[in-house]
């Protein structure tokens, strides 16, 4: 009899939940009695409407997620480990806290989401838009961003250790005090971003755009910056040592008391930048552009400026000694005898240097 009895009632849920003129999940479940939070884990909500749902702290891990809509669903605190949201629509959606270690969200619109302090490390969100999104202090150590569209995105003091940004959209992104140590960021477009303070050692920036970037005592202590563009970036105090810098444009970029030691700027465009109190120290310069750039009081002991151009360029108080000259464009003869008698090598002149010396 308890049998037949529980048959009906699932009949006569079964007719409700067909009749119910809604196509939201959370009205459907409070129907059939099922609680949201608890009775989904690994079950196939692909297309389905969770819009404005509330699923604080909601079990979902590895959900089937795809193509649903979560546009301002609350998921503060929820888990979705190894969740599949790719293409869903997660507009204004709540997802502080949440654990999202591992799930895939290719394609998935998360513009203005909320996901501060979540936990998003291997998280795969290639190709999705998450443009003005909060990510403050989110651990994305791992994730993968390529070709996504990041513009005005918060991932201030994020971790994202090892990170894959390559092709991204990070325009205007507020980056500051991010730790970004051995990301990749290639080809990445940064124009306008903040990051100052950030880390970036040993990250590879190959060909990103950072023209107007604030980079101030940033980080980039062994990274690849070759072909990048940083036309007018601040890299005031900026750690640029054995940065790898070939061909970089720096045309104008301000890097006042930055340390660029050991640091390979062959072919680099310092056209106009202002280098007062850096440290090249042992830098290669080689076939550098430095016209009218800024190196009063710099450090240039035992710096290579083979081939530079050094026209216009602002050289006093600058300690050269041991530094390497030759074959340089823009060096008067008095000034080569100036430097010479500060313990400039030229090179293509060491019979002049003896003279001097006496």
């Not at 080689?286 to 050289?315: C, K, P, V, Y």
């Not at 500060?342 to 019979?351: K, N, P, S």
């Amino acid at each position: 009899m308890s049998d037949d009895k529980s048959l009906d009632h699932l009949q006569v849920m079964i007719q409700q939940v067909v009749a119910a003129e809604t196509g939201n999940l959370s009205q459907l479940a409070a129907i059939a009695g099922l609680n949201l939070a608890e009775d989904f884990a690994e079950a196939n909500l692909s297309d389905t409407n969770l819009s404005e749902a509330e699923l604080i702290e909601a079990d979902l891990r590895g959900t089937n997620l795809r193509r649903a809509q979560l546009s301002d669903a609350n998921l503060r605190g929820a888990d979705l480990r190894g969740a599949d949201l790719r293409g869903a629509d997660l507009r204004g959606a709540d997802l502080r806290s949440a654990d999202l270690r591992g799930a895939n969200f290719r394609e998935a619109d998360l513009k203005n989401a909320r996901l501060d302090s979540a936990n998003l490390s291997y998280a795969d969100f290639n190709s999705a838009e998450l443009i003005e999104a909060d990510l403050r202090d989110a651990d994305l150590r791992g994730a993968n961003f390529s070709n996504s569209k990041l513009c005005g995105i918060d991932l201030s003091n994020a971790k994202l250790r090892g990170t894959n940004l390559g092709y991204a959209d990070l325009r205007d992104a507020n980056l500051r005090e991010a730790f970004l140590m051995r990301a990749y960021l290639g080809s990445a477009n940064l124009r306008g971003a903040d990051i100052a303070g950030a880390n970036l050692s040993e990250a590879d920036l190959s060909e990103v755009k950072l023209s107007r970037a604030r980079l101030m005592g940033i980080n980039l202590k062994g990274a690849d910056l070759s072909l990048a563009d940083l036309d007018g970036a601040n890299l005031i105090r900026a750690n640029l040592s054995s940065a790898h810098l070939l061909c970089t444009n720096l045309r104008g970029a301000d890097l006042i008391r930055s340390n660029l030691s050991s640091a390979e700027l062959r072919g680099t465009d310092l056209r106009s930048a202002d280098l007062s109190l850096a440290d090249l120290f042992n830098a290669n310069l080689e076939n550098a552009n430095l016209i009218r750039a800024n190196l009063n009081l710099a450090e240039l002991g035992g710096a290579n400026f083979s081939g530079a151009d050094l026209t216009d360029a602002d050289l006093r108080s600058a300690n050269v000694e041991n530094a390497r000259f030759v074959k340089n464009k823009g060096i008067s003869q008095e000034t080569r005898l100036v430097l010479l008698r500060r313990g400039a090598i030229f090179e293509d002149t060491t019979e002049e240097r003896s003279e001097v010396l006496i």
